[in-house]
């Protein structure tokens, strides 16, 4: 079996780790096509994305929270796991 895309499984959460529910994460920029579309994240703040072979900007988007990106490189058949940092907004 030949696989032509890669999954990017990822994880949306604060600096201490504590998953963030329904953060939009959208492709930023990638050396291959990609949808104009967000996934959003479950309860534990994880999301999944399937990709052509590349190097993408994955941002994710939360009202309360800062926005962050993070760059993944992804190859036919792969798994890579990302974690996209936010921190909310307001807190001292």
């Known amino acids: 079996v030949t696989f032509s895309h890669g ?47 590349g190097t993408y900007v994955f941002r994710a988007d939360r009202p309360n929270y800062t926005s ?6 992804v190859g036919a058949g792969e798994t890579v796991e990302a974690t996209i940092v936010l921190d909310p907004i307001g807190d001292s």
């Open 7 to 53: 999954v990017i499984s990822g994880t949306v959460a604060t600096a201490d780790g504590v998953g963030i529910l329904d953060a939009a994460v959208s492709i930023e920029s990638g050396t291959a096509p990609y949808p104009e579309h967000a996934v959003y994240t479950d309860a534990e703040g994880r999301w999944q994305w399937s990709a052509s072979p």
């Open 68 to 73: 962050n990106t993070v760059e993944v490189a």
